[in-house]
């Protein structure tokens, strides 16, 4: 069955990095665009960072740009999250998602749009 697998979450203080891995298994992964989702304590799922299955394309949140870079390595059925510059803000439970897609340079930023999704991963962000 399709599993993606969440890593690198943790706890950081303001201004610090962290580095999050999404291996997936069970898929034809280079078919796949790739997101990333957060969801903090009450509040809604929201879209972080997205790639299109050639790699050519990104799409990130306001929020985000110039602070974190998506990436993948298709080789390796691996989608990364380098997050730079965190903020109290930035906490949430991050999940991955892959959407199935016939156009490789198309990524969306709509949750409903993904097929399947990891089990996610804590970052806390301290001031």
């Known amino acids: 069955q399709v599993q993606l697998v969440e890593s690198g979450g943790g706890l950081v203080q303001a201004g610090g990095s962290l580095r999050l891995s999404c291996v997936a298994s069970?898929?034809?992964?280079?078919?796949?665009?790739m997101g990333w989702f957060r969801q903090a304590p009450g509040k809604e799922r929201e879209f972080v960072a997205t790639?299109?299955?050639?790699?050519?394309?990104?799409v990130y949140r306001d929020s985000v740009k110039g602070r974190f870079t998506i990436s993948r390595d298709n080789a390796k059925n691996t989608v990364t999250l380098q997050m730079n510059s965190l903020k109290p803000k930035d906490t949430a439970v991050y999940y991955c998602?892959?959407?199935?897609?016939?156009?490789?340079?198309?990524?969306?930023?709509?949750?409903?749009?993904?097929?399947?999704w990891g089990q996610g991963t804590q970052v806390t962000v301290s001031s």
């Open positions: 069970g898929l034809a992964f280079s078919s796949y665009a």
């Open positions: 790639i299109s299955r050639s790699g050519g394309n990104t």
């Open positions: 998602a892959a959407d199935l897609q016939r156009d490789p340079f198309l990524a969306s930023m709509r949750w409903y749009s993904y097929d399947y």
